[in-house]
């Protein structure tokens, strides 16, 4: 285990979240440091919805707010990358695979606990190439610990250990699990395991949403929604997908675990084919809008397929100086 585990109560949240899951994730991540790089993670679907890979860098194209864009640097398939430089580095290997698991122990998973458990665990060990997995498991306390491959075991025995008890602290957890990962240069996947509801946290809904457009984490939402009362699983549902949508990932909603196999080919295959697109803005104002970013393939026969990717990001914001007096 590399971090031990802290445990953060939801109420009173209110100031680590924001400053873990708000203000400190960095609004242009970069392949390496020191650069100010837009990286964007790239899914790229065919009309049968499997991942289409062995892309050149010349077959995309990057525009924000309607400008073109000069990429600068580009990596897939875990071979070396074209162009200026595959990765930011040196070496042109695909950059690292960080996971992060949200996962709900709140006494609302009473009835998809063993799903959930069964369906992560199965899932992560499809991961052997992570380099590290950040575990967030809450109820209505949020708890966390990044751990190895080497301590799998580990990680698979503290999901086993919990009990489904509590409220539910969606908002907080993703938003700690942001602020947590914004050291982390590579790709970052979060996968969340959830019924969709929150009844704790001090983070709004709204204010995850701007978390998420400021970070460069992909989600995957798994929403075990079927036990739900009909009055609130249309809304858990909606919210998910927005949560995946708006990050470039995807929201599934199984019942069962041949359904949670299906799902599982389909995510990991995407995982590992997504491409890493990189530039540097010609945009140069630090004046912390929000812009947006469309990815195109340049290729007419790759018209019908389909791009998932986040949709833009914060330029980067430095107040202008006070006025002599």
């Known amino acids: 285990m590399r971090l031990p585990p802290f445990v953060v109560p939801a109420l009173g949240l209110t100031g680590l979240v924001f400053t873990a899951g708000l203000a400190a994730i960095p609004l242009q991540p970069a392949f390496r440091s020191g650069v100010d790089v837009v990286n964007l993670g790239v899914a790229v679907i065919d ?118 008890d509590g409220w539910t602290a969606l908002w907080d957890a993703v938003g700690i699990y942001l602020g947590g990962s914004q050291d982390q240069a590579g790709q970052k996947v979060l996968i969340i395991f959830t019924d969709g509801g929150d009844t704790r946290s001090s983070l709004s809904y709204v204010d995850l949403l701007n978390a998420l457009r400021a970070s460069d984490v992909s989600v995957y939402a798994i929403g075990f929604l079927e036990h739900q009362p009909s009055s609130v699983r249309t809304q858990q549902r909606l919210q998910l997908s927005q949560l995946a949508d708006l990050t470039g990932g995807q929201a599934f909603f199984p019942v069962s675990m041949k359904e949670v196999e299906s799902m599982y080919d389909r995510v990991v295959a995407e995982i590992d084919s997504r491409y890493l697109l990189g530039y540097i803005s010609s945009d140069r104002r630090t004046d912390g809008a929000w812009r947006s970013v469309e990815v195109k393939l340049t290729r007419p026969d790759l018209r019908q397929v389909k791009i998932r990717t986040r949709k833009g990001y914060f330029a980067p914001f430095v107040a202008p100086p006070k006025p002599r007096p």
């Open 47 to 164: 009309k049968a919805g499997a991942a289409v890979t062995g892309l050149k860098q010349d077959d995309f194209a990057v525009y924000e707010e309607g400008k073109k864009q000069e990429l600068r640097y580009f990596a897939a398939d875990g071979a070396k990358g074209d162009g200026a430089d595959a990765t930011g580095s040196d070496g042109g290997d695909r950059p690292p695979l960080h996971i992060g698991l949200v996962f709900d122990t709140s006494g609302s998973m009473a009835a998809d606990m063993e799903l959930a458990r069964s369906a992560a665990i199965k899932f992560l060990n499809r991961l052997p190439r992570a380099e590290d997995m950040t575990i967030i498991d809450f109820d209505t306390e949020v708890r966390t610990a990044t751990y190895t491959q080497n301590d799998f075991t580990r990680l698979v025995a503290r999901l086993r250990s919990r009990k489904p």
